[in-house]
């Protein structure tokens, strides 16, 4: 009985974090702006929980236990994805705490400007291009 008391709790101390967070919790209902343009929510969810139990000692035999459990969650909203017509950007909305974490945030946003840069030497070097020929002198 003991051993069943101590696994209900801990179950439904799951189960009740469960009911409470899911993926749309992080990535959010998208809203539609406009026919073009539709915003999906991000946010950071951070959640621990912890249970207990503990036998007491009985003159008359019967088998006491005595347990408890607990849950806490933190929902932050950090992010909107901005999809415009087929691109789509992040636009972070949180201050970071510290540099590491400022860096991290930055990573996509300079991956997409240099994924542009790139795209567009790639398109005008192709356009402007002018055949070359090779001269070659013999003596």
Avoid at 23 to 45: L, M, Q, R, Y
Avoid at 46 to 75: C, H, M, Q, R, W
Avoid at 77 to 99: M, Q, R, W, Y
């Amino acid at each position: 009985m003991k051993n069943q008391s101590a696994e209900k709790i801990l179950a439904t101390t799951i189960e009740r974090v469960r009911d409470l967070v899911d993926v749309s919790t992080i990535v959010g209902e998208p809203i539609n702006v406009s026919a073009d343009i539709t915003i999906i929510p991000i946010s950071k969810v951070t959640y621990g929980f912890a249970s207990g139990g503990s036998d007491f000692p009985s003159k008359n035999n019967v088998e006491l236990f005595g347990g408890g459990g607990g849950a806490g969650i933190t929902i932050n909203p950090v992010a909107f994805l901005v999809c415009n017509k087929g691109e789509v950007t992040i636009k972070h909305i949180t201050a970071s705490d510290n540099a590491a974490e400022r860096a991290v945030n930055l990573i996509p946003e300079m991956f997409d400007k240099v994924t542009n840069f790139v795209d567009r030497q790639k398109h005008t070097s192709a356009v402007a291009e002018p055949a070359v020929e090779t001269i070659v002198e013999t003596e």
